[in-house]
């Protein structure tokens, strides 16, 4: 079993950095990595959109509105997944959750969800 929990979500000012981070963990004694991951956020009364993307091949997508913003990586074990965010304005305000494809040696790879961290930006 796979869990996937996020953190770093805070209240900051505009302009201001975070970083959220989306740790997975599995059952003691598992092999697993996280192959393919995925940040959306979700502003109070809107859809659920997405924000930025890394693929198996560790390719790199991000939605305009925060192109050359916010940056979407992994650590070297591939357990955790990050995303930088710098130069936040007041419209990056939104829970923002984080979805992964990960692989472990018993099931193969499978989407997981974290619970979702809030982002507030303030003026």
């Known amino acids: 079993q796979v869990q996937l929990v996020e953190s770093g979500g805070d209240l900051v000012q505009a302009g201001g950095s975070l970083r959220l981070s989306c740790a997975a963990s599995a059952t003691s004694g598992s092999v697993y990595r996280i192959n393919r991951l995925t940040w959306y956020r979700q502003a109070p009364g809107k859809l659920r959109e997405l924000v930025a993307q890394?693929?198996?091949?560790?390719?790199?997508n991000y939605a305009d509105f925060v192109k050359g913003r916010f940056d979407i990586s992994t650590n070297g074990h591939k357990n955790t997944g990050y995303l930088q965010m710098n130069d936040l304005k007041l419209e990056d305000t939104g829970v923002y959750y984080c979805n992964a494809g990960v692989w472990t040696a018993v099931t193969g790879t499978r989407d997981y969800w974290g619970q979702g961290t809030q982002v507030t930006v303030s003026s």
């Open positions: 890394m693929t198996t091949g560790g390719d790199k």
